[in-house]
């Protein structure tokens, strides 16, 4: 995959991985063989959601500087709330490649339940190991 990217650089890479149960309320990864070139991940969150980009201008002017920090979480805390997956992701389905990942678990913490659900099977695995 390394090769793939460095090659084409404006693929947009996702990682992975395979789920243990289904969750279609947040869609799902198909991959294919095929690979098509078009704008990079950054131009395409512009064109699906031009107020987040905007919204960095003052945290990019600040990077490397003692107030990255501070800019960064100035514009976190007034971001609109975008769905990524569907937003961003699904309109260049074609400019996406997916590298397989195994041997970790993934999971959406979308919504409270699954927060504690989650924090519930940490739990259980810390205290069996």
Do not use: K, Q
Request: hydrophobic share 45%; charged share 20%.
């Amino acid at each position: 995959m390394l090769e793939t990217v460095t090659a084409r650089r404006t693929t947009t890479v996702l990682l992975g991985i395979a789920p243990d149960r289904p969750e279609t309320e947040y869609g799902w990864i198909e991959p294919s063989d095929l690979i098509a070139g078009v704008p990079t991940l950054l131009g395409r969150i512009g064109r699906a959601a031009p107020a987040l980009i905007e919204a960095f201008g003052p945290a990019r002017a600040r990077l490397g500087t003692p107030w990255e920090v501070g800019a960064a979480a100035a514009v976190y805390a007034t971001l609109p709330s975008v769905d990524f997956s569907r937003a961003v992701l699904t309109p260049s389905a074609s400019a996406l490649g997916v590298m397989p990942v195994t041997g970790v678990e993934w999971n959406d913490l979308g919504d409270p339940g699954r927060v504690v659900t989650a924090r519930r099977r940490m739990e259980r695995a810390l205290a069996m190991a």
